[in-house]
């Protein structure tokens, strides 16, 4: 089945590590999107690739990092320097950037 | 600045009643897109509908209906004879074009409980 998957869907670490969360999918579209959730909020655009080897930053890029060595995987790192990083973290997808963006199931970071 | 306001937070009602979720936008572009998404308890946000700002028909699908109008910056989502599946969080987005790709800023969201 085409799809978008997120892992793991459960994480916990410990305050000063990186951390590395998964996002691979299969629909063979372009762009893919990092979004930020806090309880109760919208979500928050963090990073953004419309292509292979490209990605630009989103409103809350700060103290994460992301590559885009391959066109189904895009891989979100939070680093130390993020002050705040316990949220969920939504991947998403489309076609081109200009198309309708499809999410993965998510995955919750806990930072201990 | 793009901005979407939703702003019922929560609300609940009876099973089989009619509700309607408010969505305001604001925005400079004269082109945009307006979406609702649903997020269920599992997490992931679900693709309800995609509405370019020239069309400003009113859609329906099943139980659903979208009711957009440009002149009060309104997309207002309403759902008939509601149903225990549908509770759920509602985020009403808006698109902003940046470089190409469309950047979305999503609405605080509106959790929404249907009640047996």
């Known amino acids: 089945d085409g799809g978008i998957t997120q892992s793991p869907k459960y994480l916990f670490r410990k305050e000063g590590q990186n951390v590395t969360l998964s996002c691979e999918q299969n629909l063979n579209h372009d762009a893919m999107y990092w979004y930020r959730q806090d309880p109760g909020q919208g979500l928050r655009l963090i990073y953004y690739?419309?292509?292979?080897?490209?990605?630009q930053k989103g409103d809350i890029a700060e103290g994460y990092s992301v590559s885009r060595e391959k066109k189904e995987s895009f891989p979100l790192t939070v680093t130390s320097a993020q002050k705040n990083p316990t949220a969920f973290y939504l991947c998403?997808?489309?076609?081109?950037?200009?198309?309708?963006?499809?999410f993965g199931p998510g995955t919750r970071l806990t930072v201990l | 600045a793009q901005k979407v306001t939703q702003a019922q937070t929560e609300i609940s009602v009876v099973e089989k009643e009619d509700v309607t979720l408010d969505c305001v936008y604001e925005?400079?572009?004269?082109?945009?897109?307006l979406f609702w998404y649903k997020q269920p308890p599992s997490g992931e946000l679900v693709f309800l509908i995609r509405r370019n700002s020239f069309d400003e028909q009113n859609e329906i699908s099943g139980r659903y209906s979208w009711n957009f109008q440009k002149s009060t910056s309104s997309f207002n989502f309403t759902i008939t004879a509601s149903q225990v599946v549908d509770s759920a969080v509602y985020f009403c987005a808006l698109s902003e074009l940046i470089q190409g790709a469309q950047k979305l800023v999503f609405g605080q969201g509106t959790r929404l409980t249907i009640n047996p």
């Open positions: 690739s419309q292509i292979v080897n490209d990605f």
């Open positions: 925005t400079r572009d004269t082109t945009y897109y």
């Open positions: 998403a997808s489309s076609a081109t950037g200009a198309d309708t963006q499809y």
